[in-house]
């Protein structure tokens, strides 16, 4: 199979994630979204529904790393580094709504997925800035998942109730800096 027809295998897997959910992911609904002829492309390709799902995962993290990167390297301050993540991340996840979807479905769904990278990112993060004296100290696990879920529960917001993303940014990074800062 073709790189790009296996991209496009994965798009199609990441469309029926956002629209069906997790569990309503399966090679047949995958052959439809992506125009195929048979699932054998997939499994052979693929093998598992699980290793597809895993895909999609990547694809979806590596999409969100490309939008979010830019911002969060152009700050020099941790404290910068936060705001930006939380406004680039709200700001990735309200723009592209189907990969908003498949982000949260697969996160919270794919075994051994959990955010565990992400949040490697954002412990890491929170002790660089302990060590450099910018945070005070607090338990940096605890604090990526509540900023992690912050995040996660202001989009659901954003999509239910039309909350103004930016809005949204601002008040997350001022709660999470008064959180975090030394």
Do not use: C, W
Request: proline fraction near 3%.
């Amino acid at each position: 199979m073709s790189s790009q027809r296996r991209e496009e295998i994965v798009d199609a897997a990441v469309r029926v994630v956002a629209r069906e959910g997790y569990h309503g992911l399966s090679f047949a609904k995958v052959v439809r979204e992506a125009g195929l002829s048979s699932t054998r492309l997939i499994s052979y390709h693929f093998g598992t529904r699980e290793e597809l799902l895993r895909q999609a995962f990547a694809r979806v993290l590596a999409r969100a790393a490309e939008f979010m990167g830019p911002p969060i390297a152009a700050q020099e301050s941790v404290r910068g580094k936060i705001g930006a993540y939380i406004a680039s991340n709200l700001q990735f996840l309200t723009e592209d709504i189907t990969y908003a979807r498949a982000a949260v479905e697969l996160a919270a769904n794919l075994p051994a997925a959990g955010g565990g990278g992400g949040l490697a990112l954002l412990e890491n993060g929170f002790r660089a800035g302990q060590q450099s004296g910018e945070l005070r100290p607090f338990d940096p696990h605890v604090m990526a998942v509540a900023l992690r879920g912050a995040i996660d529960a202001a989009v659901l917001d954003i999509v239910a109730n039309g909350t103004d993303p930016n809005q949204a940014a601002a008040g997350l990074t001022d709660l999470f800096d008064r959180a975090t800062r030394a």
